[in-house]
């Protein structure tokens, strides 16, 4: 359901769209996008068992139709975790290192996350509203709580900033984005 959101926003983006800055530091649209479908493109290899190459999660420059590659990245993915034991194979994730696998349970809270967080990005950089099903974002706080708030998310290129602190009454997904160091109130921070 996330990444059906976020491939809503972004069938919305025109070609003059690319060069908006977004929630995520250092990253235009057009950044965001290219990372956001080769992650699906990584996410779909590692439940095929196809993961370990770092070949198969680099980031490419956008084709000439953002929209339709990044579309045929999320049904690629959403395929790949649509199989019936997806959440028993393990996933090799070498973006974390040489030789890192985890259960597919666990990998795909993780691509969750991101495409919770990352379809509000899209939406926030386009300056359109966002929602998700209550039920969706109930089930993404915990996983977003569990993310470790250390030292390494001071560290460049890191996935997310410092938590932000979070009054008890947020709604729950200004609560995801507080812990995972964005601001709802983005772009006016």
Known sequence: MAVRASMALVERVRPEDLERPTPCAGWDLAGLLAHMTAQHRGFAASAGGHGTYMDVWRVRPLGGSPAADYADA??????????????????????????????GRRAISFHFIDYVVHGWDIARSLALPFALPADLLQTAVPIA????????????????????????DRDPLERILALVGRSSSWPKD
């Open 145 to 168: 709580e569990a993310i470790p708030d250390d030292d390494r998310r001071l560290a460049p290129g890191t996935a997310f900033a410092p938590r932000l602190p979070i009054p008890d």
């Open 74 to 103: 999320s049904e690629q993915v959403i395929t790949a975790f649509a199989a019936h034991d997806v959440l028993e194979r393990m996933f090799a994730l070498p973006e974390f290192g040489d030789g890192v696998r985890v259960p």
